[in-house]
């Protein structure tokens, strides 16, 4: 199947357009009397998702015997009925108002009873996805509720990923409505490889590894990729087999969403977006700008809002700290059992460096300026400033070459014209 779709770098899709590129790709799906299962995005994820899912509602509903919809939290945490009113644009208890009798759903990915296994990566696959970097069987467990229909959209956008090179696509499946095997394998090899590399890469091999899971599903899939420009704006959709589709998001991402800068900045406030609830989600803010704080700069996670480093995992995290990935390869036998997964995203905030003769030695320093007090940023190997002490405003009025803000930093990317060779990917 073809992939249909539009996007622009210059303007927005229209409502007619939306409806147009949702009405063919109903047609090409042929939802009469099926089950249907969209994948949505939790809050996490900036895009025109009430409108989108209105559209699919409006031409898919009338036809199909029914369309529910799974939240992909990976391991986020599980939404209230309020919050996922809110995500989809209704007002609260009206849900039914819009959607009829369509169901929302959580992913539970801690519930052994809400998964099921579908296969297993076996180890020389993997050598040979990974070029050698790991060789051992992995299992495929994805949310069962998947099983249960006939048809599986993945909806939602594509954006620079500090683990995958892009998201989106089949992302959506794995972490997105996966069990916790396959998501830690994956985010700890894309913290072996380094966020510089992977962020922005379209071909990388985690992104082999979530295709090679995605094969094992026995149900039609296909996905509506968006890019979402500024302030949640669509500037594109394509729709098909989710692979094709996330491949088109993907090149239209990366002419939208990312900064090329001639020289690195000693010093990058990155001003997170209230969407970011905890740590665990504001560390887009240095994923995303990573590349371009000096050698020796300092880059200040700016969240006032922000109280907690992570709601679901912040125990483990204040057990390891932030660190970077030498730092744990060296000492592999002391971190080896924690969970993989919250080992990648220590290193991905803290940034590469290098670990010699039992001293670490960062790249950079990483600075919060949160309400996660003073204490807890010693605790975990971070920097703090009192956010009030900064003042956003003179940062925006006198930007200099030395230094950068970022407002509603997290999901553009910026990098060097001239990378280094620690920031390209071979």
């Given at each position: 199947?073809?992939?249909i779709?539009q ?11 939306l ?8 047609s ?6 099926k ?9 996490t994820?900036?895009?025109?998702l009430?409108?989108?899912?209105r559209?699919?509602?409006e ?20 939404m209230?009925e ?15 108002k ?23 990566l ?7 996805i990974?070029?050698g970097l ?9 949310n ?34 996966s069990?916790p095997?396959?998501?830690?394998f994956?985010h700890w090899?894309?913290a ?20 090679a899971?995605?094969d094992?599903?026995?149900?039609e ?15 594109g959709?394509?729709f098909?087999?989710v ?7 993907a ?5 939208i969403h990312?900064n090329?800068?001639?020289?690195p900045?000693?010093s ?6 209230q969407?970011?609830?905890?740590l ?18 300092e ?10 480093v992570?709601?679901?995992?912040g ?24 969970p993989?997964?919250v080992?990648?995203h220590?290193?991905?905030v803290?940034?590469?460096?290098a670990?010699?003769d039992g ?8 600075t919060?300026?949160?309400a ?12 703090y400033?009192?956010p ?18 970022v ?18 990917f071979?």
């Amino acid at each position: 199947m073809d992939v249909i779709g539009q996007g622009h770098t210059d303007h927005n899709l229209s409502d007619d357009e939306l409806r147009r590129i949702v009405a063919s790709a109903a047609s090409r799906i042929d939802p009469s009397g099926k089950r249907i299962l969209a994948i949505i995005p939790d809050q996490t994820r900036c895009c025109p998702l009430p409108a989108t899912l209105r559209r699919l509602h409006e031409v898919i509903s009338p036809q199909a015997k029914c369309l529910d919809f799974l939240i992909a939290l990976g391991t986020h945490p599980p939404m209230s009925e309020e919050q996922i009113d809110k995500l989809v644009g209704v007002e609260p208890g009206r849900r039914a108002k819009v959607f009829g009798k369509s169901r929302f759903f959580n992913h539970e990915w801690k519930n052994l009873d809400a998964l099921t296994k579908i296969g297993t990566l076996a180890a020389d696959h993997i050598d040979e996805i990974t070029g050698g970097l790991f060789a051992m069987d992995i299992d495929v467990t994805i949310n069962k509720r998947i099983l249960e229909y006939d048809v599986v959209l993945v909806v939602g956008p594509v954006f620079p990923h500090e683990v995958v090179g892009f998201s989106g696509g089949s992302k959506y499946f794995f972490p997105g409505v996966s069990g916790p095997e396959l998501l830690n394998f994956f985010h700890w090899l894309g913290a072996v490889i380094t966020n510089p590399k992977i962020i922005g890469s379209k071909h990388t091999p985690v992104r082999k590894t979530l295709e090679a899971a995605a094969d094992m599903l026995r149900v039609e899939t296909f996905a509506f990729c968006m890019v979402v420009a500024g302030e949640g704006r669509l500037a594109g959709m394509y729709f098909g087999p989710v692979s094709r589709a996330w491949s088109a998001a993907a090149d239209l991402s990366d002419r939208i969403h990312i900064n090329y800068v001639e020289k690195p900045f000693a010093s990058v406030l990155s001003c997170a977006p209230q969407m970011y609830e905890d740590l665990w989600t504001g560390g887009k803010c240095m994923y995303k700008l990573e590349c371009v704080v000096a050698d020796g700069g300092e880059l200040i996670i700016y969240a006032p809002h922000i109280s907690e480093v992570s709601i679901t995992h912040g125990k483990v995290i204040e057990a390891v700290g932030y660190h970077t990935r030498d730092y744990f390869m060296a000492q592999w036998d002391k971190f080896r059992h924690y969970p993989w997964g919250v080992l990648a995203h220590s290193t991905q905030v803290r940034g590469i460096g290098a670990y010699v003769d039992g001293v670490e030695r960062p790249r950079i320093q990483v600075t919060l300026a949160t309400a996660i007090p003073a204490r807890l940023c010693r605790k975990i190997n971070l920097g703090y400033r009192d956010p009030a002490s900064i003042d956003v405003a003179e940062w925006q009025n006198r930007q200099a070459e030395s230094r950068l803000h970022v407002p509603n930093a997290g999901e553009r990317l910026y990098k060097l014209k001239n990378p280094p060779d620690w920031q390209r990917f071979k």
